[in-house]
């Protein structure tokens, strides 16, 4: 017996000995690396044998580094040196990479290390004095050029770059300028808009997503709302004042705006229709089913603040959608929609002008590339209104679920089509 326990105490050992080394190499790699600032172990998701919090120096303009630098945050979750690697190139803050029940779907499938970059001006990567002059596309792609660069040094396997909605639109931006950084791109429900008010997500919410009874369902609520404006507007007073919420217009344009992001939000994010109130619902069902779906939150300024760089992003180079207002005009206290990005979401006095160059490149390169890419979609999701277009070719994937929305993933497909995707993904890697 004390023979067994011994062989077994050695083998436990002899399997945990690697683990403890692999974790201790990659500590070592991370505090000798001159641009890697600071280096934090977190608590990780059980898949992983360790996860940590890291920081790198990035220049502000990546074309004049006397313009000065900033730390970037950058969660390394280690499953082994010899593991692919999993990098999502994160659209917003990072916070919920340090969560440790956090894993991105592609990990497991594909084994892999897992990497999250948080976008530049967002959560812990926040520049001092604020500059929006530097947070552009191409100096975003250039800070996860330069960490997969740093990280690639340590990790030797193949890179599969991800992301989801603006990240996903973000990995898509980054593969063009660098598309020899990674092996496979996987982008998630990005849109490619081509203006700040693109033009393709109204008609797709009036003629394509869901059915035809579906849309009309979405359209009445919206007018019925609209048509209870009196008493939808005491609600939202009340909502707003217990909510703390301040608006840099009058709480009847607020309302307006609601009302118009309803079947966006509504479309988005895959409600059902059987949600919606029926017409003799009372005012405080109809009140609350609009705040649910498309809360005012949104056009708050307190709302706005955290995901402000985004709308500079969008005002500047990545554009954003429109409002189609001509069914409510006789209801509406607004006399058009047009502008209304600058108008409710940017500083003031700030007034730029869109370069429909950095997304046009995006999609000429998607369109001559023969790059591995998979682009994932839901059919109801507006934002497939402007997805990548995506020719078609032996190494560009283009999937589009049935009845999907925003939260549209590879597991989200039926078993069939899901094991398909990560066959072709686990070939592309080999």
Known sequence: MSNIFKFITRLL????????????????????????????????????QAAYEIMIRQPLNHKDTTDGFFLQRVVVADKGIENPVVVITEGYNA???????????????????QICIEHR?????????LNWNYLTVENAATDQHRVIQLLRKYYSSKWISTGISKGGQTAMSHRSF???????TVAYVGPVNFAVEDGRHEPFIAKKAGTASERKAVCNFQKEALKRKTQMLSLLKEFSEEKKYTYKMPLDKVFDFCVLEYSFSFWQWGNQVKEIPA?????????????????????????IAPTLPFFVQAAC???????????????????????????????????????????????????????????????NDPWTASGAIVPKKDNLVKMVLEG??????????SEEQKLKLIEILKGWIK
């Open 13 to 48: 050992l002899f399997i945990a000995f690697p683990l403890f080394t692999n974790s201790q190499d990659l500590v070592g790699f991370l505090n000798s690396q001159a641009e890697i600032k600071n280096v934090t172990r977190i608590e990780s998701n059980e898949f992983f």
């Open 95 to 113: 916070n919920y990479a340090v969560k440790s029940d956090y894993i991105n779907e592609l990990s497991p499938m594909l084994d892999a290390n």
């Open 121 to 129: 001006y967002f959560g812990k990567s926040v520049p001092e004095p």
């Open 178 to 184: 660098f598309p020899e950084d990674v092996d496979v």
């Open 279 to 303: 017409v003799t619902a009372t005012d405080r069902e109809i009140f609350d089913h609009l705040m649910k779906v498309a809360s005012s939150d949104y056009f708050s300024e307190e709302g």
């Open 317 to 379: 180079e990545l554009g954003y959608y429109g409002y189609d207002t001509k069914k409510f005009r006789n209801y509406l206290s607004i006399p058009s929609a047009r502008n209304y990005l600058a108008n409710i979401f940017l500083p003031e006095g700030m007034n730029p002008v869109f370069n429909p160059a950095t997304m046009e490149n995006l999609h000429q390169f998607i369109h001559t590339t023969n790059e591995k890419m998979m682009f994932i979609y839901g059919k």
């Open 404 to 413: 999907g929305a925003h939260r549209t993933r590879i597991n989200s497909f």
